[in-house]
Every structure is written in structure tokens, then in C-alpha cells.
């Protein structure tokens, strides 16, 4: 079953975890937007992997700084048409990208690929681009995100974005040719609205985008 987890964005660390144990440049996401939606799922069973992930055992969900001031400025602008941002998964340490990566080299473990990577076979998704050594992610101002509503009888909800996170496959692309007129529509919405503000899109996956001007771009933490 499909389920949200959605966290007050504080001291979830070991022990009682103050913004100074991060990183200069790192803010906890609550300082910034406090009434994001966040939908972690690899702290969860639900996501490619079928488990939760290594390094999100006690979630803190943070970004440098100047992400989460650019994500600031687009979560007001799409106040004014009604909808908002959900997040999907913000820093990553490097030891979850290390744990994507053993999985990938398990041919055994299929146990997701029906919903995740149908057409794929497990050992090309490094190649395809969708699984790599180094992660955005890590350097801390690359976000997997989407659009929702705020408000009318769909408050809450998702647009349609003619695909679901994380899946591996073409139809995850930006310019995918058998999107629906709305679904290519709600993708460029999100793509422009990120672009204005800021943030380059990845062509393979219409929710991850990174901040152009990011403040450690050859940086891969693991705190």
C-alpha cells in the first residue's frame, strides 16, 4: 500500500540534533518551508529498492541553504495558482548511493522491477543513466520533486505528470512523445517554474532538478 510519511522536519537525529551539528551551508528544510509535503519514501519499503535505504534509518530531511531559499521563492509563486511542491527526497548521504549501488549488482533481487524497471534489465541501469557512483543528491542542492494541489476538490493531490517517481524507463523522460496535452503541460509548468528560479532539469527523470549555481559542486557528503 502507497503511504506518505510526512515529518515535522527538526531533531530526528541521533540524540537531540541542532542545525550546528550540519554543515555551514546546510539548513534543515522546516527553517525555510515549514508546510512543504514531504513524501520520503526511501525511508520507507516503498521505492525501487523494496527497503528502506541505508543511511535513512532516522530521516533527517535537510538542503544547503541557498536550495532551500530558491525552492522558497517557487513554493510562492505556485501559492498564487493554488498549488504547491511535494518532495520526494532532498540530500542524500553518499552511503545510500553506495547502497544503490551493492543493489544494483544483486541479479538475484528483481523484487520491484515489474513496478520500477519492466523494461530494463537490472545490469543497464547504471548505463542508462538512471543509477550512478556520484549522486546530486550528495552535494546537497538536487531535489526529486512534483506538483500538488492546495486547495478545491483534489487539495492534496498530485498532478499528473503521465508517470510515477522513480521509474526508470523513457516514459520518465522530460520530452516523452506519448504524454497526454495535460501531462505535458503539468510537466512544463514544473519544469519552467524550477527553471525560473534557478534549477536545471534532468532530462531522463521530470521531477529532478539541481541548482544551477549550488554551492558545492564537487563536494559528496555523507554526514
Not at 56 to 74: G, M, S
Not at 80 to 96: C, E, I, S, V
Not at 162 to 185: I, T, V
Request: hydrophobic share 35%; with cysteine.
Amino acid at each position: 500500500m502507497r503511504y506518505m510519511l510526512l515529518f515535522w522536519i527538526g531533531f530526528m537525529a541521533l540524540g537531540s540534533c541542532q542545525n550546528s551539528t550540519l554543515p555551514e551551508g546546510f539548513s534543515n528544510i522546516d527553517d525555510y518551508l515549514p508546510d512543504l509535503v514531504v513524501e520520503l519514501r526511501y525511508a520507507t519499503d516503498q521505492n525501487f529498492m523494496g527497503r528502506k535505504v541505508v543511511g535513512y534509518d532516522q530521516p533527517q530531511v535537510v538542503l544547503t541553504t541557498d536550495c532551500l531559499k530558491a525552492l522558497k521563492e517557487v513554493q510562492k509563486e505556485l501559492y498564487t495558482m493554488g498549488l504547491g511542491l511535494k518532495l520526494f527526497d532532498g540530500y542524500r548521504p553518499q552511503k545510500a548511493v553506495n547502497d544503490f549501488m551493492q543493489w544494483a549488482t544483486q541479479a538475484g533481487d528483481t523484487l520491484t522491477k515489474r513496478q520500477y524497471y519492466p523494461d530494463l534489465a537490472k545490469s543497464t541501469l547504471f548505463e542508462a543513466g538512471y543509477i550512478a557512483e556520484r549522486s546530486g543528491h550528495s552535494r546537497g542542492s538536487t531535489v526529486d520533486i512534483t506538483l500538488i494541489y492546495r486547495q478545491g476538490p483534489r487539495k492534496g493531490q498530485a498532478l499528473d505528470m503521465g508517470g510515477p517517481w522513480d521509474f526508470f524507463g523513457p516514459r520518465s523522460w522530460f520530452a516523452h512523445p506519448e504524454l497526454l496535452p495535460e501531462q505535458k503541460r503539468n510537466r512544463t509548468l514544473l519544469k519552467d517554474i524550477m527553471h525560473k528560479h534557478g534549477f536545471r532539469p534532468y532530462s531522463k527523470e521530470w521531477w529532478h532538478f539541481t541548482l544551477d549555481n549550488e554551492p558545492f559542486p564537487d563536494t559528496y557528503f555523507d554526514f
